[in-house]
């Protein structure tokens, strides 16, 4: 009877430490694939892809555009594919107009050609706590799950730990026409 | 750790069906107060006032502009004072400018000094499942939480019938400035 | 060949002083009926209607939510039945998610059955210049050049002085789908 | 006293024919330096460099993500270095959160580091006119031109051919904040 399709239940949020171990990947990272492999088919990610991911985002976050707000956010997407696009946010005099970080880095994917997703990862500044996506941005990564499937999203702090999500579990009962 | 401050787990959806009761209750309700009563301190409503509120929505979704998707969205919110002001969806050729029913009802009630709400209610015309908001409009109201308290969403189908949710159900761990 | 359907010259601005003799009018204005004359019939406005528009658009801007700009906006929409609807800013957040004082105000016109507008009068605090929409605010606004044809933008200062200029002129070449 | 710094006159479109010469000139252009040269100080380009940004434009387009409108837009910025950035318009179930081409493309070159432009395409299917920019994306283009100067909008048909005018000339009298 409900939109919903089923109950849905937040879990403990997951916090991995991946610091300063995560530096030392990085140019490991360089020669690792991306790309699906068998153990991924269910759309799971090593820690490693997340790691990098997560790194890109907050690596994006320099290029934000907020002389507004002052607010610096990134995101990094990870296609299907094993491709990574980037993001930050861009301000406007007329607040209105805004693009948050998270849809410059979708956006950018899907003017590629890709709208198949594995993950989206979102960096701030802030250290005291995970900034997750607004609503907007919420309904705009919804949009993709037809092709993608329920994909997980990424909240990382300063120190690049993080907590994840499902796009389900952060916009239960999506509006969605048809 | 989390932004989210609990975890949430969204219940069962509880459907009242108040279909052609209501319309036997219209002319009463012309005599009930809406406004607070002591029982309503803790925000919760009477199951007529409910049923009032949706049916409004039901008629404020007639004056939709909605050339472009033909798609008729309603809302009514409730202030805490017991004003009802009502909205529908307004778009646009270009379509980033739409605004919906949701975001216009809450913008009519804050542009005359309310900014205090008890729930909003949502109508559309489809009678399948129970459409709920945009996630940009759940952000919009999620704004006003700050001031009114986690308030109701009722979401309604063209028989009046309604499920309900909190907007912390609709929004978890919402996207905030401090 | 070109979508601009004739070459658009923006005159020099025509400025009024209307200050202080239009408190002495508000009075007055309480009994002078708005609704169009036939003096009226090509939209042109008498400046004692005009005044109360600016009038308006300014008490409106006392109730703008705009905790992250600080930016104090109103409007006020005459239709072309001659009523009066007012708006403010409301901001968000998430900055995108901001609605504008002119579309607040013509959301509310739209909203209650009112599409024909005879003219829009925006205010802002600001002194130094006649501060015009923003490109969305035109675009929005533009929508309802099917119904209205071109009406007039007053734009005003807090002194109540304002500067006219056609939808038209301010937003020339307007997109629209067909 | 007026906003507007000067009186602006939208001069006759100049309507290039650029169609077949530019697929030959195609294979050319990869060997061609697209960056600023200095007779391009002064922010004029050559009508090769235009016939490619156009081409891009159109080529764009083909990516867009339109299911709910069937409109598709394309668009290519120039940056001051000679980069071009593609976008497309990318729709949402909730309108409010389609973004257009031109803010694809923009955005993309934000976010990687770009803000100063010399130029923008547009492409669309239309080929009974010259679509111009929404509003909103005129509001967008213009918060750049602090850094860019009064860029150029190349508005086009499937023929490639285009109109052209400087975002002052479509934006007269932007908005903008101090």
Request: charged fraction near 25%; charge should be positive; aromatic fraction near 10%.
């Amino acid at each position: 009877m409900c939109l919903c399709r089923r109950d849905i239940q937040i879990k403990k949020c997951r916090v991995f430490y991946i610091g300063t171990l995560s530096f030392g990947l990085d140019s490991v990272l360089g020669l690792l694939p991306l790309s699906p492999r068998s153990s991924e088919k269910n759309k799971t990610m090593t820690d490693v892809n997340v790691a990098e991911l997560v790194r890109q985002s907050h690596e994006a976050k320099q290029k934000a555009y907020c002389p507004y707000s002052n607010f610096q956010v990134g995101a990094a997407v990870l296609t299907e594919e094993g491709t990574i696009f980037t993001g930050c946010n861009i301000e406007n005099s007329s607040y209105s107009l805004t693009i948050c970080a998270e849809r410059t880095a979708v956006a950018k994917a899907v003017s590629e050609g890709y709208t198949k997703f594995k993950a989206i990862a979102v960096a701030t500044n802030v250290s005291e706590k995970y900034m997750s996506p607004c609503g907007a941005c919420r309904q705009f990564l919804s949009e993709f799950t037809k092709d993608s499937g329920d994909y997980d999203i990424y909240m990382s702090k300063p120190d690049l730990t993080y907590d994840k999500k499902k796009i389900s579990e952060l916009l239960p009962c999506a509006f969605s026409l048809n």
